[in-house]
C-alpha cells in the first residue's frame, strides 16, 4: 500500500508541482526495492536439486517416481516419491556420489539397516535401500504427515506437561528397543522427533536419523565405525560423557538428551543458552542444570521436574537405569489433567496436512 500511494503522489506531482517529480519518482523507486527485498526475505525458500546423476532404467531407485522435492541438504535430497509398483508414497533419501567418502557410505549403508531392524511404531521405518548406479545412495522410508518438535516449539511455544510427559514416554519406547539391542542413537535432539497425524492417531511419535547410532564398547558388531574420540550428536543435547569422547557411552547418554528436550519443550528455550558451541560443551560438563520449573510458564509437577534432573545428571549411574524405567516413571508423574486424543485432535486441526 505506501508503494501505491507513492507511486499516486508521482502522478499528482507531475500536473501540481512539475519541480518534484523526481524527488517522488526516486522515492516510489526505492520503497519498491524495499518491498521486494522485503517479499524475498519473508518468503520461504524452496529446496533446489541438486547435481545427481540421471536415473538409468536398470537402477534400483529407478522403481520410484520422484513427486516432490521435500529438503536438501550438504550431502544429499529428499523426495517425496511413489513405488511405481506397489503405488505407495515414500520419502526418498538421496545421497550424491561427489559428497561423500567410504565412511560417509558405511554411516548411510548403517542407518538404513539399523532403521529396518527395529520394529517399534515409535521409530521410523524403513522400506528400502541400495546403491544408485551412477554411485550415489538411496533409502525409501515411510512418508510421515508431521512437524519434527524443533519447528513446532520455535513456531509454537512450549507445550504444557502433560503433553510432554505424552511425548516423552513415546520416545522411550522406541529407544527402549535400540537400547535392548545393544543400539545407541548418539543424536537426540528435538528436530529428530517427528509429531504425526499417524493410523487415525494424532499427536504420534516418531525417531529419526539414526545414522551415529553404534554398538557400547565390547559388544559384538561394528563399534569402530563411529570415531571413539569424536563428539557426536547436537551441542545442545549432548550428555557429558559424549562430550568428553568417551569409549563406555551407553543408552543412559540418550536419557540424558531425553531430560535437555523435556527441559526444551516445557520452557522453550536450550538447558544452557551460549552463543558458542565450546561453551555450551563445558556447560554440560560443569554446569548443573536448572529445573525447567523455574523458567516455563505451566506449574511443572515437583515429580517431572526432579525425573528430568535424574535424566540430566552428570553421572551416568545417576540417571534412570534404561528407557524403560525412564517410561514407566514418566507415567507415574501425577498430572492435573492428561494429554488425550480430543485434546490432540483440537491442536492438530488447525496444521495443514503436509501430503494429500
Same mark, same amino acid.
Given at each position: 500500500?505506501?508503494?501505491?500511494?507513492?507511486?499516486?503522489?508521482?502522478?499528482?506531482?507531475?500536473?501540481?508541482?512539475?519541480?518534484?517529480?523526481?524527488?517522488?519518482?526516486?522515492?516510489?523507486?526505492?520503497?519498491?526495492?524495499?518491498?521486494?527485498?522485503?517479499?524475498?526475505?519473508?518468503?520461504?525458500?524452496?529446496?533446489?536439486?541438486?547435481?545427481?546423476?540421471?536415473?538409468?532404467?536398470?537402477?534400483?531407485?529407478?522403481?520410484?517416481?520422484?513427486?516432490?522435492?521435500?529438503?536438501?541438504?550438504?550431502?544429499?535430497?529428499?523426495? *517425496?516419491?511413489?513405488?511405481?509398483?506397489?503405488?505407495?508414497?515414500?520419502?526418498?533419501?538421496?545421497?550424491?556420489?561427489?559428497?561423500?567418502?567410504?565412511?560417509?557410505?558405511?554411516?548411510?549403508?548403517?542407518?538404513?539397516?539399523?532403521?529396518?531392524?527395529?520394529?517399534?511404531?515409535?521409530?521410523?521405518?524403513?522400506?528400502?535401500?541400495?546403491?544408485?548406479?551412477?554411485?550415489?545412495?538411496?533409502?525409501?522410508?515411510?512418508?510421515?504427515?508431521?512437524?519434527?518438535?524443533?519447528?513446532?516449539?520455535?513456531?509454537?511455544?512450549?507445550?504444557?506437561?502433560?503433553?510432554?510427559?505424552?511425548?516423552?514416554?513415546?520416545?522411550?519406547?522406541?529407544?527402549?528397543?535400540?537400547?535392548?539391542?545393544? *543400539?545407541?542413537?548418539?543424536?537426540?535432539?528435538?528436530?529428530?522427533?517427528?509429531?504425526? @497425524?499417524?493410523?487415525?492417531?494424532?499427536?504420534?511419535?516418531?525417531?529419526?536419523?539414526?545414522?551415529?547410532?553404534?554398538?557400547?564398547?565390547?559388544?559384538?558388531?561394528?563399534?569402530?565405525?563411529?570415531?571413539?574420540?569424536?563428539?557426536?550428536?547436537?551441542?545442545?543435547? /549432548?550428555?557429558?560423557?559424549?562430550?568428553?569422547?568417551?569409549?563406555?557411552?551407553?543408552?543412559?547418554?540418550? /536419557?540424558?538428551?531425553?531430560?535437555?528436550?523435556?527441559?526444551? /519443550?516445557?520452557?522453550?528455550? *536450550?538447558?544452557?543458552?551460549? $552463543?558458542?558451541?565450546?561453551?555450551?560443551?563445558?556447560?554440560?560438563?560443569?554446569?548443573?542444570?536448572?529445573?525447567?520449573?523455574?523458567?516455563?510458564?505451566? @506449574?511443572?509437577?515437583?515429580?517431572? $521436574?526432579?525425573?528430568?534432573?535424574?535424566?540430566?545428571?552428570?553421572?551416568?549411574?545417576?540417571?534412570?537405569?534404561?528407557?524403560?524405567? *525412564? @517410561?514407566?516413571?514418566?507415567?507415574?508423574?501425577?498430572?492435573?489433567?492428561?494429554?488425550?486424543?480430543?485434546?490432540?485432535?483440537?491442536?492438530?486441526?488447525?496444521?495443514?496436512?503436509?501430503?494429500?
Amino acid at each position: 500500500m505506501p508503494v501505491l500511494a507513492l507511486n499516486a503522489l508521482v502522478v499528482v506531482a507531475a500536473f501540481a508541482w512539475p519541480a518534484r517529480v523526481v524527488p517522488f519518482a526516486v522515492a516510489a523507486f526505492a520503497a519498491a526495492v524495499v518491498a521486494w527485498v522485503a517479499s524475498r526475505r519473508s518468503a520461504p525458500a524452496k529446496p533446489r536439486p541438486i547435481s545427481i546423476a540421471p536415473v538409468s532404467p536398470g537402477d534400483p531407485v529407478a522403481a520410484y517416481e520422484l513427486r516432490k522435492l521435500l529438503a536438501t541438504g550438504g550431502m544429499g535430497e529428499v523426495w *517425496l516419491a511413489r513405488h511405481r509398483t506397489l503405488g505407495r508414497d515414500v520419502a526418498l533419501k538421496r545421497i550424491k556420489p561427489g559428497e561423500i567418502d567410504d565412511e560417509d557410505v558405511k554411516r548411510f549403508e548403517r542407518e538404513a539397516r539399523v532403521l529396518s531392524t527395529l520394529t517399534s511404531p515409535h521409530t521410523v521405518e524403513v522400506f528400502d535401500f541400495g546403491a544408485m548406479t551412477g554411485g550415489g545412495l538411496f533409502y525409501a522410508m515411510e512418508l510421515l504427515d508431521g512437524i519434527d518438535l524443533q519447528t513446532a516449539i520455535r513456531e509454537h511455544g512450549a507445550i504444557p506437561p502433560e503433553r510432554v510427559v505424552h511425548i516423552l514416554s513415546q520416545a522411550c519406547a522406541s529407544l527402549k528397543e535400540a537400547h535392548d539391542q545393544g *543400539l545407541v542413537h548418539r543424536d537426540i535432539k528435538p528436530a529428530n522427533f517427528m509429531l504425526c @497425524r499417524y493410523g487415525g492417531e494424532f499427536d504420534f511419535l516418531k525417531v529419526l536419523d539414526f545414522g551415529l547410532v553404534k554398538k557400547p564398547m565390547g559388544q559384538s558388531g561394528d563399534a569402530g565405525i563411529t570415531r571413539p574420540a569424536a563428539v557426536l550428536g547436537t551441542a545442545a543435547y /549432548l550428555a557429558p560423557e559424549s562430550v568428553k569422547g568417551s569409549k563406555f557411552v551407553d543408552g543412559r547418554a540418550d /536419557l540424558y538428551a531425553l531430560g535437555a528436550i523435556g527441559f526444551w /519443550l516445557l520452557t522453550g528455550r *536450550l538447558l544452557f543458552e551460549y $552463543d558458542r558451541a565450546m561453551a555450551m560443551i563445558n556447560a554440560h560438563i560443569t554446569e548443573p542444570p536448572p529445573p525447567s520449573s523455574r523458567h516455563s510458564k505451566f @506449574r511443572v509437577p515437583p515429580e517431572l $521436574d526432579e525425573l528430568l534432573l535424574a535424566c540430566l545428571a552428570k553421572d551416568p549411574k545417576d540417571r534412570p537405569a534404561d528407557a524403560g524405567t *525412564l @517410561r514407566r516413571k514418566l507415567e507415574q508423574v501425577p498430572l492435573a489433567e492428561r494429554w488425550d486424543q480430543d485434546r490432540a485432535a483440537l491442536w492438530w486441526s488447525s496444521f495443514p496436512r503436509r501430503f494429500g
